[in-house]
């Protein structure tokens, strides 16, 4: 019989570890090291190493396609260029991106979110249609009358442009090495926060209303040991495997560490 792994701390701790794993047949994994693993991490661990069939390549828990045949195949992955959640998504790059560095998920706010903008864009849009019936409106000069019209519908049009403008580009970014916040004011200022994963705490999922619940939409807070302690991603959808992919990233890089992988 082989050797089981046995807790240094304690004997309660080694009853709860013993159950799960051999120390033979776990250093397969993490050859000479798996005594630095408290027992959360031997869970973890086994878990990992319970699915490391699936497609692809899998560091840790994340399914990394070896082509792009397997990557379309991936679950949550589409060439849709105004989609809220893509995972592995096509030909997305950002300023400092490391060479080597793979983006997993790409995530904006759920499209629900945009609703209130786009009623009132084409409330906006209508009004100048029943500008005639308005008595002032018919005492301007026809000059006027047309300035008027057009100026309504070219600060409408211009409305509703920044307004989705703002939705497009203000993103969230997980990659193997890191998160990102962009987030867009306007055309002329965004502001981008980013955290390494092993800097990741503690991360929440918010839902909070009934629409949230049945549209499968809320906030991932992140707690970080960054500058930025606090990362929020806002209204994205499937916020519960945003947080499972952040999970499986942060065993991750607790393995490339005992690994000496860490790039």
């Known amino acids: 019989m082989p050797d089981v792994f046995i807790s240094r701390d304690s004997k309660k701790k080694e009853d709860k570890v013993s159950t799960f794993e051999t120390k033979e ?14 027992s959360g991490k031997v ?3 086994k878990e990992i190493r319970q699915n490391k069939h699936s497609i692809g390549h899998k560091k840790g828990g994340i399914k990394y396609p070896k082509n792009h045949e397997e990557r379309i195949n991936l679950p949550g992955h589409t060439h849709n260029p105004l989609t809220s959640f893509c995972y592995f998504p096509d030909h997305v790059k950002f300023v400092n991106q490391d060479p080597e560095e ?10 629900i979110t945009n609703i209130r903008w786009i009623l009132l864009t084409i409330l906006f849009l209508i009004i100048p249609v029943f500008l ?3 008595s002032f ?24 442009f920044e307004k989705f403008l703002s939705w497009y580009f203000h993103v969230n970014i997980i990659t193997d090495e890191r998160i990102i916040e962009v987030d867009f004011h306007n055309l002329v200022y965004r502001e981008i926060t980013d955290a390494n994963v ?5 991360v929440t999922v918010e839902m909070g209303s009934p629409v949230r619940t049945a549209l499968n939409f809320g906030d991932v807070i992140i707690q970080t040991a960054a500058q930025i302690p606090k990362i929020e991603f806002e ?3 499937s916020p519960d495997k945003v947080a499972k992919v952040l999970r499986e990233l942060r065993v991750e890089e607790e393995i490339e560490k005992l690994e000496g992988r860490v790039r």
């Open 235 to 237: 209204a994205v959808p």
């Open 43 to 45: 869970d973890e661990v």
């Open 25 to 38: 047949e776990i250093n397969k994994f993490v050859p000479g090291e798996i005594n630095k693993l408290d």
């Open 137 to 160: 409106f018919e005492i301007l000069p026809s000059e006027y009358q047309t300035v008027l019209t057009i100026a309504l519908y070219l600060m409408t049009i211009a409305y509703g």
């Open 102 to 111: 793979r983006v997993i998920l790409l995530l904006r706010k759920h499209p």
């Open 132 to 134: 005639p019936l308005l």
């Open 198 to 202: 092993d800097q990741i705490q503690d």
